[in-house]
T-cell receptor, first 115, second 113 residues
């Protein structure tokens, strides 16, 4: 149990376009999901906390208008990178919190490349 | 934000050897989690710890929640080549109602056959 999926796993887009990444908890409900960004050989950097039915909480320095987060149901959160630029290229990972055991399970990540 | 001090940063060991890594924090945590990440994939939860002094095993892995609530260690016994990867510690502070985690910088483990 406790599986989190992410889609797509890889995406290449042109500069100026928007990209949507989906994060789903497949076998448990998650009132809280998290979005991270990871640079090569670095730790995970929290971008925002996503709560079902309410606005996301963004970390300092993360542009909320650029990284739109929607947590529409207890099993789905989406991250939309708007007007993507090459500097947005990165590995984006989501996690879902299983409240019962206070654990977080991560998705497999999405590799975004902006040309 | 909080940054956990994880050490060592990297380890190069021979297959069959035991491995130990640890994390310390300046503040008290009520949950410690250990993850392993393979290249190009998301972290996978290895062990979760919830009580000070708790010692938990998962196969060849053993982790402990420090008595002071400010540290944790992970041991891997009889390492094998598939243990290669980056190991992250993560902690949740007492005041975090949403479960936000703070991560260590990771320990890169290389196992020589």
């Amino acid at each position: 149990g406790a599986v989190v999926s992410q889609h797509p796993s890889r995406v290449i887009c042109k500069s100026g376009t928007s990209v949507k990444i989906e994060c789903r908890s497949l076998d448990f409900q998650a009132t809280t999901m998290f979005w991270y960004r990871q640079f090569p050989k670095k730790s995970l950097m929290l971008m925002a906390t996503s709560n079902e039915g309410s606005k996301a909480t963004y970390e300092q320095g993360v542009e909320k208008d650029k990284f739109l987060i929607n947590h529409a149901s207890l099993t789905l959160s989406t991250l939309t990178v708007t007007s993507a630029h090459p500097e947005d290229s990165s590995f984006y990972i989501c996690s879902a919190r299983r409240t019962t055991y206070n654990e977080q399970f991560f998705g497999p990540g999405t590799r975004l490349t902006v040309l | 934000g909080q940054q956990l001090n994880q050490s060592p940063q990297s380890m190069f060991i021979q297959e069959g050897e035991d491995v130990s890594m640890n994390c310390t924090s300046s503040s008290i945590f009520n949950t410690w989690l250990w993850y392993k990440q393979d290249p190009g994939e998301g972290p996978v939860l290895l062990i979760a710890l919830y009580k000070a002094g708790e010692l938990t095993s998962n196969g060849r892995l053993t982790a402990q929640f420090g008595i002071t609530r400010k540290d944790s260690f992970l041991n891997i016994s009889a390492s094998i080549p598939s243990d290669v990867g980056i190991y992250f510690c993560a902690g949740q502070s007492r005041g975090s109602t949403l479960g936000r985690l703070y991560f260590g910088r990771g320990t890169q483990l290389t196992v020589w056959p």
